[in-house]
């Protein structure tokens, strides 16, 4: 789980520069893609925080919307 949430770390983190702002909104963006990575990235989660982007980049057309919004916004 320690692994998930840098993950989504990760992700909230990306286009963000105010550590506050990444902070608080990194709580957000890491339910908006939680379910989305555990469903269908769940095997790459130990490949590192990249892989894991590329692959919810792949399954985009089946993400949940609040998913694949967070990556748009993020330049994803």
């Given at each position: 789980m320690?692994?998930?949430?840098?993950?989504?770390?990760?992700?909230?983190?990306?286009?963000?520069?105010?550590?506050?702002?990444?902070?608080?909104?990194?709580?957000?963006?890491?339910?908006?893609?939680a379910?989305?990575v555990?469903?269908?990235?769940?095997s790459?989660?130990?490949?590192?925080?990249?892989?894991?982007?590329?692959?919810?980049?792949?399954?985009?057309?089946?993400?949940s919307?609040?998913?694949a919004r967070?990556?748009?916004e993020?330049?994803?």
């Open positions: 320690t692994r998930l949430a840098a993950i989504l770390s990760l992700l909230s983190l990306l286009g963000m520069t105010a550590v506050a702002s990444a902070q608080g909104a990194g709580e957000k963006h890491h339910s908006d893609c379910r989305d555990a469903r269908y990235c769940r790459k989660m130990n490949d590192g925080d990249m892989v894991v982007l590329a692959c919810l980049k792949e399954h985009r057309a089946k993400l919307k609040r998913c967070t990556l748009t993020h330049g994803e």
